[in-house]
């Protein structure tokens, strides 16, 4: 690949080449060679720094990128079908029932740091798991004072985490953190949300994704004024747990 100087003289010694040797056969004056040389190298030249300029613009464009775009969602799915297990959270209420022993049982709350206490267990973690997961956990504890419990957990107020949770921020109505239900949109998010706000440049939104499988976060656009603004169904997306939706402002 040739630098810019490199592909000038080239180009330049080439169109040098060309006119020499008519000039010289014909007898021409060097003020003559000159005269016929300069206009095509001045427009040559022209040619090759606009031809680079286009290509590094185009190249600047690909490097910075557009972010890639989710598929388009209905707004209501085609099929209903339940989400990912639902995942314990701090602050989370709980309802835990011992078949025939309802004195170990009772109405729970997560500590903020993601433990529960209730009769004859003490500072369980609870955070993190599935109410499936900690019922298990609960019936090993009770294991050593009666025999064979029968637990059930059950999460009457939910709180979740932040993993579990949809994050919509920048210029909306009323920036928050929702609880993430199976089957949600984008618009059902932004009507959580209240809208957009008055100057949010809402086709220049970005969702945030985290792979668990890869482990890297991800990037998307987002078209929310042709959603909203314009009712463009097909800049409807599905969300997943733990996106977070990024909102800016216009500039104007």
Not at 9 to 15: A, W
Not at 36 to 48: D, T
Not at 178 to 196: E, H, K, Q, Y
Request: charge should be positive; aromatic fraction near 6%.
């Amino acid at each position: 690949m040739f630098t810019l100087s490199e592909q000038w003289l080239i180009l330049t010694q080439r169109l040098f080449s060309r006119h020499m040797e008519p000039a010289q056969g014909r007898g021409r004056s060097k003020g003559d060679l000159n005269m016929m040389s300069f206009p095509l190298l001045r427009a040559a030249k022209a040619a090759l720094v606009s031809g680079i300029a286009a290509t590094a613009l185009t190249g600047c464009m690909g490097a910075g990128g557009a972010a890639p775009q989710l598929p388009s969602a209905n707004f209501v799915a085609n099929q209903e079908g339940p989400g990912e297990e639902y995942i314990i959270g701090p602050l989370d209420e709980l309802q835990i029932f011992v078949w025939r022993n309802p004195e170990l049982g009772g109405k729970v709350q997560v500590r903020p740091d993601g433990r529960i206490t209730t009769p004859l267990i003490t500072d369980m973690p609870a955070v993190g798991k599935t109410p499936t997961m900690l019922q298990q956990d609960i019936k090993l504890q009770l294991s050593q004072y009666i025999t064979d419990p029968i637990v059930s957990v059950i999460v009457t107020s939910f709180n979740s985490t932040f993993s579990q949770q949809v994050r919509i921020v920048g210029a909306t109505e009323k920036p928050a953190s929702i609880p993430f239900r199976a089957n949600m949109t984008v618009l059902d998010a932004m009507i959580a949300v209240g809208g957009l706000g008055e100057y949010a440049a809402g086709n220049k939104a970005r969702l945030v994704r985290f792979d668990k499988g890869t482990g890297k976060q991800h990037e998307y656009a987002l078209r929310l004024n042709d959603l909203i603004k314009r009712g463009d169904i097909k800049a409807n997306v599905r969300l997943q747990p733990g996106d977070v939706i990024i909102i800016p402002e216009s500039m104007f």
